[in-house]
């Protein structure tokens, strides 16, 4: 079974400081990967995407991410964070047929001043 | 792009009553829709899958009579919390899948149902 580990809950920045979300994945196969976005009371936006292609992914936005295979991880970067970067951030694993999506349990982006 | 549109986007209710959420995909078809559950500061909890013309699939835990779901055309999907309480409120949030782009973004969301049971 697939799944997700993003170890931080929270994440706070300054305005212009570089953004990392970590994200460690787990999958007895070669994974499909997202970052997605949700902004308050609002729905899910793809970021990127890793789908055994490239392994550095560049997403909307500013937003990139690696795959690294010999770590399972997936970070999320940006150089230069904005303040409408804040918002709910999920890496998010999928099955080999894209049939369900297993969220992480989200990592809350604070841009401050 | 893909848009998938959710209504209505928030709706209070006393207990007891039904709830119905629709869920279209407005510029393709939806073979597959998927119903999610958020609660709040938590991550999204899928509910159950929803393929057009047959019946839903759902989650272990997720209760069938309480949650129906009916997938009724390639566009459209509902989402009826059926007597309501005040444990059933939550944020809903559904999606799509559009079989023609799916290696280009696996579900399309929308853009979610605050519901408050009173």
């Known amino acids: 079974a697939q799944s997700v580990t993003q170890l931080d809950s929270h994440v706070s920045v300054s305005e212009g400081t570089p953004v990392l979300l970590r994200c460690n994945y787990s999958?007895?196969?070669?994974?499909?990967l997202f970052w997605y976005v949700q902004h308050p009371n609002k729905g899910l936006q793809l970021l990127l995407k890793y789908t055994s292609a490239a392994t550095l992914v560049k997403g909307i936005n500013g937003f990139e991410a690696e795959f690294k295979k010999s770590e399972t991880s997936f970070h999320l970067t940006k150089p230069s964070a904005h303040m409408s970067d804040a918002a709910e951030y999920f890496c998010v694993v999928s099955d080999a047929g894209f049939q369900k999506l297993v969220f992480g349990t989200g990592t809350r982006l604070l841009v401050s001043p | 792009g893909a848009v998938v549109s959710q209504h209505p986007s928030w709706v209070i209710c006393k207990s007891g009553t039904s709830v119905k959420i629709e869920c279209r995909s407005l510029d393709f078809q939806a073979t597959t829709m998927f119903w999610y559950r958020q609660f709040p500061k938590q991550s999204l909890m899928l509910m159950a899958t929803?393929?057009?013309?047959?019946?839903?699939?759902?989650e272990q835990g997720v209760e069938k009579d309480k949650f129906l779901i009916n997938h009724a055309s390639l566009t459209l999907s509902t989402l009826t919390v059926t007597s309501a309480h005040p444990e059933d409120s939550s944020f809903y949030i559904c999606?799509?899948?559009?079989?023609?782009?799916?290696?280009?973004?696996?579900?399309?969301f929308g853009d979610g149902t605050r519901l408050s049971i009173l």
């Open positions: 999606s799509a899948r559009d079989k023609k782009g799916i290696f280009d973004q696996p579900q399309h």
């Open positions: 929803s393929n057009e013309g047959s019946k839903a699939t759902y």
């Open positions: 999958s007895s196969y070669s994974p499909s």
